[in-house]
């Protein structure tokens, strides 16, 4: 018995030892698990110092390498565009009801232009343009004529003020600039896509207060030909307009406007035809079309034009149908009238997107000056009626596919012309 209760407590004895030996081990181990935490949190801290540093250093780089030098500060205010199209174009036509030989031909068309910001309240626009003359209604180059060099034609030089106080709603165009007015579903009734109207323009924007719409007046004087002093077949002429549209925006994202032109065209009756002489465009001209007896304007063109287009989706696609109509106030003839309706389908801007269009136009002969409408339907100039279909594919974002067909007639006999355009255009 006395055996035991010594080895109990002996046994106690040692386990009061161990425990007080572990638990000596245990706060050892805890200060020292502390410590390698301190030391963990300083390293950690120097490393994000130093990643901190890393960063600083490397965005003073980046920022010293983006840094344009002051002697090249000019070139961040210079912009360069330009565009290349390749077509080939397939003509069937008929003359006095006589079928003409097939016309099949390959064209090119290459423009670059440059914008200028000279500060917040101007610009400057530039663009240089191929063309086969210096036909104001086409910048198209036939590839013919054995290799030969072609041409290349100033096609914009133009100043833009745009005061800044005016919040965007105030430009002033001075030169050879893009045409200020607008042309419902950029239709080409009375001007043509490549007519660039020379003189002084304006455009300016009015909100209309409580109908939360904007009414736009764009207006300008144009110099069709300097008085130079010439003879009096030769004397200056010019045109004036006005356009005044009213635009109103949905909730739904759908808009509506509608709006009204006017153009006279002074000092044109009686003189020789504007850049060419040997060629009506449609137009009633007097003079036998040669050196001798060059072509006259018979009349003046005074031509009102009332427009309207409607935007709105159709199967989830944007879309649009649009119509124009104008009448020369100051024709002598009864062929003083023309009219186009049009819509279009989807937008090629993306890449794989497509678009389709469509127009129906008939073009009387002293309607509209037909040596700056359309350059491509019935051959160009007035005097004819038909149909246009058009398909465009977007194939990446800077090179779209096109295919343009003019179903139509020209002339008073009537007289078929088809014509079918295919391009490529590149454009940056």
């Known amino acids: 018995m006395k055996h035991g209760i010594v080895i109990m407590a002996a046994i106690c004895c040692i386990s009061a030892c161990a425990v007080s030996v572990r638990a000596d081990e245990m ?118 004529n054995g290799f030969a060099k072609k041409s290349v034609w100033l096609d914009l030089a133009y100043f833009d003020w745009h005061p800044k106080k005016y919040e965007n709603r105030l430009n002033i165009y001075g030169g050879k600039m893009p045409n200020p007015f607008y042309r419902a579903g950029n239709n080409q009734l009375v001007w043509d896509d490549d007519v660039n109207p020379e003189g002084i323009a304006a455009k300016y924007v009015m909100p209309l207060p409580g109908t939360g719409n904007n009414l736009y007046i764009n207006g300008g004087g144009f110099w069709l030909r300097a008085d130079d002093g010439d003879t009096a077949s030769t004397s200056g002429a010019s045109v004036f307009g006005i356009q005044s549209y009213v635009k109103h925006e949905f909730e739904n994202k759908n808009y509506m406007l509608g709006g009204l032109s006017y153009y006279t065209f002074g000092n044109i009756e009686g003189k020789n035809g504007l850049y060419s002489t040997t060629n009506k465009y449609g137009n009633t001209m007097t003079g036998a079309g040669t050196t001798a007896s060059p072509y006259k304007y018979s009349m003046n063109y005074n031509v009102l034009e009332a427009f309207g287009e409607y935007g709105f989706k159709f199967a989830d696609k944007p879309t649009t149908v649009y119509g124009s109509y104008v009448k020369n106030l100051e024709a002598t003839t009864s062929k003083s009238t023309g009219w186009l309706i049009g819509t279009t389908f989807n937008k090629a801007k993306e890449p794989k997107s497509w678009e389709l269009g469509y127009n129906y136009r008939n073009l009387q002969a002293d309607a509209v000056l037909g040596v700056l409408t359309d350059s491509d339907f019935v051959g160009g100039g007035t005097n004819g009626k038909g149909h246009c279909f058009s398909g465009k594919y977007q194939f990446t974002r800077n090179i779209q596919g096109g295919l343009t067909y003019y179903l139509s007639q020209k002339g008073d006999a009537g007289d078929a012309y088809r014509r079918l355009m295919a391009d490529i255009i590149f454009k940056f």
């Open 27 to 144: 706060a050892d181990l805890k200060q020292q698990i502390a410590e390698l935490q301190q030391k963990v949190a300083s390293v950690e801290a120097k490393q994000t110092q130093q990643q901190v540093q890393v960063d600083e250093r490397i965005t003073k780089l980046a920022e010293k390498q983006s840094s344009v030098p002051d002697s090249l500060k000019w070139a961040e205010k210079i912009k360069f565009s330009g565009d290349f199209r390749y077509r080939h174009e397939s003509i069937n036509s008929q003359s006095s009801g006589t079928e003409q030989a097939g016309k099949n031909s390959n064209r090119i068309r290459a423009r670059i232009g440059i914008g200028v910001k000279i500060n917040e309240d101007w610009d400057l626009g530039f663009r240089l343009a191929t063309g086969s003359s210096s036909d104001p209604s086409s910048t198209n180059q036939s590839l013919d």
